[in-house]
């Protein structure tokens, strides 16, 4: 049976042949699908997680052809590792890389054996112990500082609430913080995703009061990918300067101002002129039925101007951009001069080391910040870490929600205090 033909009903007369206005695709091992099951595999995945694979699969067949391995050889991927790790890569590098790879060489009927996989993981061992005992970096992936209520505070007092542009970015950082999202998941809220309502609860007297809350329906996440939906809840604050209810009527007022109370993003563009949604002038979202609406890349950017306005985090001049760039491009220059390809290694490790320790000399607030910082105040704060967990979106046995946690003894618990050598 060809690609154009549909299948037969048993016992009945088949039906004619049929062409697909599409062409069928070919996969990386060669099998045939059609075009409309290829797209949705592909649109399946986040995009920024087949941009990062892409990179990393034409990072390794770039080596490959530079140092004459073919890409299903057996043993390629644990040379490739050991001389990325030789060029001042992290080890979390490397394990992300071995991910792709060893997904990808599966895929292309050449899966990597497990005697080199256990190799792999010993080149990636040995390069996280590399970076334990080198003096002139701090060990350990470069992570986004958290922002505190303090914090956020300050980042919400640079926004003119006075203004259109000023209630959007207020109410993304209090949507975001609250919520402890991640960038993607404010930016892909629908306005019927967003509701006010009104709720039960206990003072601190335990009497029964009544408080005003927010409903946020998140649909898809990066944890759930099958779109199986979670609510998270939010009670209003006493402070309306940092209450995400507020926020969010405030940026329904100016919706409902501009007629645009009306189906679609929740979060909307606005222009320099102060244009809103689908008016506003500039590239829009390639998804039609988001047009108009904010990306995560906003919410990254929103969230870095605010810590920069807030003097969070430091403003680079000119002159030090172009510094990094020019020592950028002597590093990779010289290492191009070099006359083997362990001198070159050693001249990249040597500036990545450095660029990295200048990296972590300095505060670092990003969109995940708000989410990192969310988390470590509910815990900070004596909620149980199953409560905050689900909130968060994490399961308790998760990595990701154990590397938020502080591991550390508060100090009105620490053993020492109790050996009489404190004072």
């Not at 016992?11 to 099998?31: I, K, N, Q, W, Y």
């Not at 001042?88 to 997904?103: V, Y």
């Not at 599966?106 to 990636?124: D, F, G, H, Y």
């Not at 986004?144 to 203004?163: G, K, P, S």
Request: some cysteine.
């Amino acid at each position: 049976m060809t690609s154009t033909e549909l299948v037969p009903v048993p016992g009945r007369t088949p039906l004619l042949s049929r062409r697909r206005a599409e062409p069928d695709v070919r996969t990386r091992s060669g099998e045939r699908i059609s075009a409309s099951a290829a797209r949705k595999v592909i649109d399946a995945v986040p995009q920024h997680t087949r941009d990062s694979r892409d990179t990393r699969w034409r990072s390794f067949s770039l080596w490959c052809a530079t140092y004459q391995w073919a890409e299903d050889e057996p043993n390629a991927v644990l040379s490739y590792l050991s001389d990325l790790g030789d060029r001042g890569h992290p080890s979390k590098t490397l394990e992300a890389h071995l991910g792709t790879l060893r997904a990808l060489r599966a895929v292309q009927k050449a899966p990597l054996s497990p005697a080199e996989i256990k190799a792999c993981r010993l080149v990636i061992r040995h390069r996280a112990g590399e970076e334990a005992d080198d003096p002139m970096v701090e060990p350990g992936p470069l992570q986004a500082d958290a922002v505190d209520l303090d914090e956020l505070r300050q980042m919400v007092r640079t926004a003119d609430r006075a203004t259109r542009r000023g209630k959007q970015v207020a109410v993304t950082l209090l949507l975001d913080w609250w919520m402890a999202g991640r960038a993607s998941e404010p930016a892909r809220l629908n306005l019927h995703d967003v509701k006010v309502t009104t709720v039960k609860v206990e003072d601190t007297a335990g009497r029964t009061v009544t408080r005003q809350a927010l409903i946020i329906k998140i649909r898809r996440s990066k944890a759930d990918q099958n779109a199986r939906g979670q609510d998270v809840r939010i009670l209003a604050q006493d402070d309306p300067e940092i209450c995400p209810v507020n926020a969010v009527r405030e940026w329904l007022g100016v919706l409902t101002d501009d007629g645009q109370l009306t189906p679609g993003p929740f979060l909307r563009r606005i222009d320099r002129h102060g244009n809103i949604g689908a008016k506003a002038a500039g590239r829009h979202t390639k998804d039609p039925r988001r047009r108009g609406g904010i990306t995560a890349d906003t919410v990254n950017d929103i969230v870095k101007a605010a810590a920069r306005a807030a003097e969070l985090t430091p403003t680079p001049t000119p002159e030090e951009l172009a510094a990094t760039a020019k020592a950028r491009q002597d590093a990779y220059a010289a290492a191009e001069a070099a006359p083997t390809a362990e001198e070159a290694n050693e001249i990249l490790k040597a500036w990545r080391t450095a660029r990295r320790a200048a990296r972590a000399a300095v505060r670092r607030i990003t969109g995940h910040s708000m989410r990192r910082g969310w988390i470590q105040t509910a815990l900070d704060a004596g909620n149980p870490p199953e409560v905050v967990a689900l909130h968060s979106r994490h399961s308790l046995r998760s990595a990701a929600f154990d590397a938020y946690r502080k591991k550390k003894v508060p100090w009105n618990q620490n053993p020492t205090r109790f050996l009489g050598l404190a004072a």
